[in-house]
């Protein structure tokens, strides 16, 4: 049984974090690795690479320049699955495994997620810095203000056969999620650096299917609490 590991990483925001990620799916019984690594701007995939050797497994990166587009992201990530399951997660999600991938397969088909939140003592948002993120981010909390309860589920782990639909749901079995058995995915998405991130986006959805209103979403919370994608 092969299990792909696939993920999205921005060039020009994730890379604090992405040692963290490297260190952390590692440990993982994990048979090939295929990130797409987008950016604006360009990517030097020399300089890239030199991040990603501590990686056991094969390796695969796929470049993507331009503006960001989740629908784009969403087909990236489907089309670069392969293999007969899928691992998938984003750079800012580090799952919680109690058992090995491929004896979590025999006993359900699909494995899925919980998001925790992962905040600071003082919720302020914070650098990464090296050492363990569970002791930077100590306290657990639910900040992210999710617009639909259930976008705090997300597909772990899956047959290639199916499909992510959008980040939080596949195109089959999106329904009848067995909500009190998931796995823990820490969530670390309140650090110093994602606000931008989370405007540049933000900003690109408007431009593409004007669904955003940038200006109100970003005073629903206080400067510490801002929202992020």
């Known amino acids: ?13 994730d890379l604090p974090l992405l040692p963290h990620f ?28 030199k991040t990603f050797q501590p990686i056991k497994h094969k390796l695969d990166l796929i470049p993507w320049v331009g503006k960001f587009d989740w629908k784009q992201k969403i087909n990236l990530l489907n089309n670069n699955t392969g293999g007969d399951y899928t691992l998938t997660a984003d750079v800012d999600e580090f799952q919680i495994w109690d058992t090995s991938l491929r004896d979590s397969i025999k006993e359900k088909e699909i ?80 650090i110093e650096g994602r606000y931008e991130k989370s405007v540049e986006r933000i900003n690109n959805y408007n431009n593409i299917y004007s669904t955003w209103d940038l200006e109100n979403v970003l005073k629903l919370l206080e400067p510490k609490d801002r929202p992020l994608i």
Not at 1 to 13: G, K, L, R, V
Request: hydrophobic share 30%.
């Open 1 to 13: 049984m092969i299990i792909n590991f696939t993920s999205c990483i921005s060039y020009d925001y």
């Open 22 to 49: 490297i260190n952390h799916y590692n440990k993982l019984d994990i048979d090939f690795f295929r990130i797409i690594v987008h950016s604006k701007n360009e990517i030097n995939l020399q300089t890239l690479l």
């Open 111 to 190: 494995i899925w997620g919980q998001l925790y939140d992962r905040e600071t003592t003082n919720g302020k948002l914070a650098k990464i810095k090296k050492g363990k993120l569970e002791q930077q981010f100590p306290i657990t909390s639910f900040k992210s203000k999710w617009e639909y309860k259930d976008y705090k589920f997300k597909p772990c782990l899956y047959p290639s056969t199916y499909k992510l639909s959008d980040p939080h749901n596949l195109n089959e079995h999106h329904q009848g999620l067995d909500k009190s058995d998931t796995i823990i995915v820490n969530h670390y998405r309140w």
